[in-house]
């Protein structure tokens, strides 16, 4: 999942245009990566958790909101 993210956002700036928030299937790798994260990543999950996936009710958030129902 970081990787392929990592990958999006470089893309994306050669563009001039910022990365797309994290769709659902990326948030779910994120949710997983959460659980156990590499060493070094940690701020950037958290970062990435908090402000790439997109607020509302799409599938993204969703997925977010599942996390935080089983950390309350």
Partial sequence: MLEA???HVAERQ????PPKPLNPEWTAGLVE???NPPA?????LLDL??????PGVDEA???KGELFKRYR
Wanted: aromatic share 12%; charged share 30%.
């Fill in 33 to 35: 990566l959460l659980k």
């Fill in 14 to 17: 050669l563009e001039n245009i």
């Fill in 49 to 54: 958790i908090a402000n790439r996936v997109p």
């Fill in 5 to 7: 993210y990592r990958a």
């Fill in 61 to 63: 958030a969703y997925v």
């Fill in 40 to 44: 070094g990543e940690e701020e950037f």
